[in-house]
């Protein structure tokens, strides 16, 4: 190994430990969040590559220096200067040039899917305003003056919810009712359709 190394010009073995090093970290990276490692102590120096879509939280913004942008950079600075010095015969200058634009596009590009995967993410959890205006059925009889059960799709799922009616009626189970709104933050107030 150290004989190639003494026989490679200088550049070829900046390119190679930028390859190695790049792709060590990223891939260590990459495996820790596989395992779920908490990682949002990104060293993240606040440059955003894209400013539609950073959105304040480490774990979902991608920016150029982040680690995995600077990783993913290094590696393909690394490969591309290495190839076209080595294999493609290019001068120092040009390969340097082209390592540059690789790892930028590189970058880019990655940063490209890291959004995509952060838009196809969801919190779960139910927003209880989303309900107003949504109909559904009676589950459980609402008496007079007294809390029941309603049973209604609010953001794409079928939920049993406690409710109200509202003016104190009593609605019986399989009526169809409307949300009018939420009470308390945790009790929807409905009426017979």
Request: proline share 2%.
């Amino acid at each position: 190994m150290s004989q190639i190394l003494n026989e490679w010009p200088t550049i070829d073995i900046v390119f190679l430990l930028c390859a190695v090093a790049g792709g060590v970290a990223f891939l260590v990276w990459l495996g820790l969040q596989f395992l779920g490692a908490d990682l949002e102590g990104d060293v993240d120096a606040g440059a955003d590559f894209d400013a539609s879509e950073a959105s304040g939280s480490s774990d979902v913004s991608f920016t150029l220096l982040s680690f995995q942008g600077l990783s993913a950079f290094l590696t393909m600075f690394g490969l591309v200067g290495l190839s076209a010095h080595r294999e493609g015969e290019v001068g120092a200058f040009l390969s340097l040039g082209l390592a540059i634009v690789a790892g930028l596009v590189m970058s880019w590009v990655l940063g490209r899917l890291f959004a995509t995967f952060s838009r196809l993410q969801s919190s779960g959890t139910i927003r209880m305003e989303s309900a107003v205006g949504q109909e559904g059925t009676v589950y459980l009889t609402l008496p007079e003056a007294g809390e029941g059960k309603v049973q209604l799709t609010v953001q794409g799922r079928l939920k049993v919810m406690p409710a109200i009616a509202e003016n104190d009626e009593r609605i019986e189970t399989g009526a169809r009712v409307l949300v009018l709104r939420v009470n308390d933050g945790h009790t929807l107030v409905v009426t017979r359709l």
